[in-house]
């Protein structure tokens, strides 16, 4: 079992950033890959960032290319997803999943507000 804790959102203005952790507990991370995802309200849970093994490749949503940056610390077991430049459609909850071949695992998930 991986328990997966999301934190560091929160509300900030238009243009602003955050950094988001995803802290896991029960295995290494290091064995899965894992991805960020969001949920705005009425819409569909929609993936944003993904990191691989030992963080050889990255993936992003169009939507976020070039603003959000994901990042992986195997020593802190810990994913980061470092958002710059927000804007008020980024404003969703976010959650943390790692994924390997027979496991798939998500945290409770963080609340991002932008304002414009």
């Known amino acids: 079992q991986v328990q997966l804790v999301e934190s560091g959102g929160g509300l900030v203005q238009a243009g602003g950033s955050l950094r988001l952790s995803c802290t896991a507990s029960g295995r290494p991370l290091i064995n899965y890959i894992v991805s960020w995802f969001r949920q705005a309200p009425g819409k569909e849970r929609e993936r944003v960032a993904t990191?691989?093994?030992?963080?050889?490749?990255?993936s992003y949503a169009d939507s976020v290319k070039g603003r959000f940056t994901i990042s992986r610390d195997d020593g802190e077991n810990t994913v980061y997803l470092q958002m710059n430049n927000l804007k008020p459609e980024d404003t969703a909850v976010y959650y943390c999943?790692?994924?390997?071949?027979?496991?798939?695992?998500w945290g409770q998930g963080t609340q991002v507000t932008v304002s414009s």
């Open positions: 990191i691989f093994w030992r963080g050889t490749s990255t």
């Open positions: 999943n790692a994924n390997a071949i027979s496991d798939d695992y």
